[in-house]
């Protein structure tokens, strides 16, 4: 099964890189943007299990190594 991992800052935590992409795409003229918050995207291939052992697998690994749960969110689809 191929995971999509979303990974993103929680709201109210600031976001300095997405602060200076944003200052950049106004500098290039796009002054139509308001906020931009980066975030990180991965996509990973489980062996064939059951989806709810994949769904189970995934949300640990993001509470343990993708994403810093303090400061983030993470949501994922699982496709099959």
Known sequence: M???IFVSLKKG???PQGKAIERSLHTLGYNEVQDVR???Y???EMAD???ATVEQRVREM???LLSNTVIED???EILE
Do not use: N, P, W
Request: hydrophobic share 40%; net charge positive; charged share 45%.
């Open 13 to 15: 935590v600031l976001d």
């Open 62 to 64: 993001c509470d343990k």
């Open 74 to 76: 993470y949501r994922f």
């Open 49 to 51: 299990a059951s989806r």
């Open 38 to 40: 980066m975030g990180k």
């Open 42 to 44: 991965l996509e990973i």
């Open 2 to 4: 191929r995971v999509k």
